[in-house]
């Protein structure tokens, strides 16, 4: 599996945040329901990137929170309930998907990734970052449905 390894700049952040549940993960809008809120609330039409962090990861339920943020200084074109979020500096491992991205892809993305990184004894997981990973959205991010679309994950790396 191809990745870079980059150095990233501390980011901090706000949005909305929910707990995900395995139920939420399979069917569920939870996802584009944060994500629509948000891109409703500010000026998108300003925003260099946007991020989704997965923090607080459980193993056994496969649990997590999730909070898709944008900078601290992205202005907000209506008033919204938000959480304040830090993507802490450091090494990351950054792993690119192109193309659309339905629930099916973006799950065996997300597996395919996890397992590399998990198994491959090329990368050492950092579990003291307070984040599992983040999903980088920048210019070349063209939305769900464009075949032509990237996105990153990113999985914090010692």
């Given at each position: 599996?191809?990745?870079?390894?980059?150095?990233?700049?501390?980011r901090n952040c706000f949005g909305i945040e929910n707990h995900i549940t395995k139920k939420d993960k399979m069917?569920?809008?939870?996802?584009?329901?944060?994500?629509?809120?948000?891109?409703?609330?500010?000026?998108?039409?300003?925003?260099?990137?946007?991020?989704?962090?997965?923090?607080?990861?459980?193993?056994?339920?496969?649990?997590?929170?999730?909070?898709?943020?944008?900078?601290?200084?992205?202005?907000?074109?209506?008033?919204?309930?938000?959480?304040?979020?830090?993507?802490?500096?450091?090494?990351?491992?950054?792993?690119?998907?192109?193309?659309?991205?339905?629930?099916?892809?973006?799950?065996?993305?997300?597996?395919?990734?996890?397992?590399?990184?998990?198994?491959?004894?090329?990368?050492?997981?950092d579990m003291d970052r307070g984040i599992n990973s983040f999903e980088l959205y920048d210019e070349s991010y063209?939305?769900?449905?464009?075949?032509?679309?990237?996105?990153?994950?990113?999985?914090?790396?010692?």
């Amino acid at each position: 599996m191809k990745f870079e390894i980059i150095e990233f700049e501390t980011r901090n952040c706000f949005g909305i945040e929910n707990h995900i549940t395995k139920k939420d993960k399979m069917g569920s809008n939870i996802f584009s329901n944060m994500w629509e809120i948000l891109m409703d609330s500010i000026d998108y039409k300003k925003l260099k990137y946007s991020f989704g962090v997965s923090k607080n990861y459980q193993m056994d339920t496969q649990e997590f929170d999730y909070i898709a943020c944008v900078e601290v200084g992205t202005p907000l074109i209506k008033n919204m309930e938000y959480t304040k979020t830090v993507i802490p500096a450091g090494k990351y491992a950054k792993f690119k998907s192109k193309g659309v991205m339905s629930s099916e892809v973006m799950e065996k993305f997300y597996t395919d990734v996890f397992s590399f990184s998990m198994t491959s004894g090329k990368l050492l997981y950092d579990m003291d970052r307070g984040i599992n990973s983040f999903e980088l959205y920048d210019e070349s991010y063209r939305g769900i449905d464009d075949p032509e679309s990237i996105f990153y994950l990113l999985i914090p790396i010692k």
